[in-house]
């Protein structure tokens, strides 16, 4: 089974430019998780898709981040302009989980993205 | 609130002794917790899951952790340590809600010495 893909794996921009990653789920499963991870830390939530729509997005800086996922599959997450402290690696998870019963979520790789 | 502390951010073992990586957690549900391990370079792997059954819960790769409500802890533990152990180790608490989303700690990276 192919897990979850992420792509670009690393990115180099300059602050104030914009970015985007895409993510690939794991088919079939109708949950996406997009999270932050700076260095030093564990991964951060930043939103959450239940099939097209949106879950959870409470923690997303909505004035420079914005996230979609069209036709419930393949997601972007971008950044737009980023800021020096958006360097870290974006994660992006995908899960069965379809009601309230937990399930496990599989990670992708990640993409590293540094701001100069 | 709920949250997840790993009181070690850095622990070192010899290959062959036993490893303790040590993790407290905050909530005011009946938690859930989980340990994901990260390779360099490679996507969070689960490791183990409690979720209110055995208070003992063994994982993948020779690993176990057990759950002790009265010190609010849930350490990990393996016999003895491999070279491919080397990796970041995140404790993870489920957080109540229908959404049931993960609050990782920060992460104890292990060492293994040969």
């Known amino acids: 089974e192919a897990g979850v893909a992420q792509s670009p794996r690393y990115k180099i921009i300059e602050k104030r430019q914009s970015v985007a990653f895409w993510c690939n789920p794991i088919?079939?499963?109708?949950?996406l998780y997009w999270y932050q991870q700076i260095l030093g830390q564990g991964p951060k939530l930043l939103i959450q898709?239940?099939?097209?729509?949106?879950?959870?997005d409470s923690q997303l800086p909505k004035d420079r981040f914005s996230a979609e996922r069209l036709k419930g599959v393949d997601s972007t997450l971008k950044i737009q302009p980023a800021k020096l402290e958006d360097s870290a690696v974006y994660l992006c998870a995908s899960s069965l989980a379809t009601s309230r019963m937990y399930n496990e979520q599989f990670f992708g790789p990640g993409t590293r993205l540094t701001v100069l | 609130a709920q949250s997840v502390t790993q009181l070690d951010s850095h622990v070192s073992v010899s290959e062959g002794t036993p490893v303790l990586l040590r993790c407290n957690y905050s909530s005011s549900y009946s938690p859930s917790l989980f340990w994901y391990v990260q390779h360099p370079n490679k996507g969070l792997q689960l490791l183990l899951k409690?979720?209110?059954?055995?208070?003992l819960v063994k994982g993948i790769n020779g690993f176990e952790a057990e759950f002790k409500k009265s010190e609010t802890s849930f350490h990990l533990t393996k016999p003895s340590a491999h070279m491919s152990d080397a990796a970041e180790y995140f404790c993870?608490?489920?957080?109540?809600?229908?959404?049931?989303?993960?609050?990782f700690g920060k992460g104890t990276k292990l060492s293994v010495k040969p």
């Open positions: 409690y979720t209110s059954a055995a208070t």
């Open positions: 993870v608490l489920l957080t109540g809600g229908s959404q049931g989303n993960l609050i």
């Open positions: 898709f239940q099939n097209n729509g949106v879950v959870d």
């Open positions: 088919s079939g499963h109708a949950t």
